[in-house]
């Protein structure tokens, strides 16, 4: 078995990751997609997210239904910060027999040098990219065992833009976010200014 892990804060989730997840499945790349939340992301520093089990129960909200796609704390378990070659290390001790892949938007492909152990990862975790806007990837200079998914559903949404309409009372729920997650969210004022789920 092959599984996809697509890392993030998730803080919100949106159609975005989930359609991205589904479309790497329906083409073969994987088998299934982990989205795994991130406790703390060591790149991330400019604003503290939503705690982990709000952005955890969200997550599993997001995928409740869809076909070989879910919601992982896998990390929680971790040290902190969560650093993508440990998770993937301990992942590949644990199911031995699964493949893991890892899948990144072309933005953090380009900044790839940044990662820790990043050509292990290359290595031994073969990326799937999916487009970002405003970033060209030529694909003839990617290593063999690397895919990028050109066709990949380009849902450029903002989770800047998302938080901040989740934040207004009176702002309509977008379609690029899960009701369900939507109603989460705003029943706990998740990204109400002074929230005391924000930690």
């Given amino acids: 078995?092959?599984?996809?892990?697509?890392?993030?804060?998730f803080d919100p989730i949106h159609t975005g990751h989930t359609s991205l997840a589904s479309h790497i499945v329906a083409c073969g790349l994987c088998d299934r997609v982990l989205l795994m939340v991130s406790p703390l992301n060591p790149l991330k520093t400019d604003r503290p997210p939503v705690g982990f089990a709000d952005r955890m129960a969200m997550a599993r909200l997001a995928t409740e239904g869809l076909p070989a796609v879910e919601a992982s704390d896998f990390e929680a378990g971790l040290p902190l910060p969560s650093f993508t070659f440990r998770t993937l290390?301990?992942?590949?001790?644990?199911?031995?027999?699964?493949r893991f892949r890892l899948i990144i938007g072309a933005d953090n492909w380009i900044a790839f040098p940044k990662w820790r152990n990043h050509t292990e990862l290359t290595e031994r975790f073969s990326p799937i990219i999916y487009p970002r806007p405003g970033v060209e990837i030529d694909p003839a200079t990617l290593p063999a065992n690397v895919d990028y998914l050109?066709?990949?559903p380009r849902n450029d949404i903002s989770s800047t833009e998302l938080r901040s309409l989740l934040g207004d009372p009176e702002a309509a729920r977008p379609q690029l976010i899960d009701p369900r997650v939507w109603d989460y969210a705003r029943a706990r004022g998740l990204y109400s200014g002074?929230?005391?789920n924000r930690r």
């Fill in 1 to 9: 078995m092959t599984t996809g892990v697509f890392g993030g804060s």
């Fill in 89 to 98: 290390e301990c992942l590949s001790a644990q199911y031995p027999d699964v």
């Fill in 150 to 152: 050109a066709d990949a």
């Fill in 194 to 196: 002074g929230s005391p």
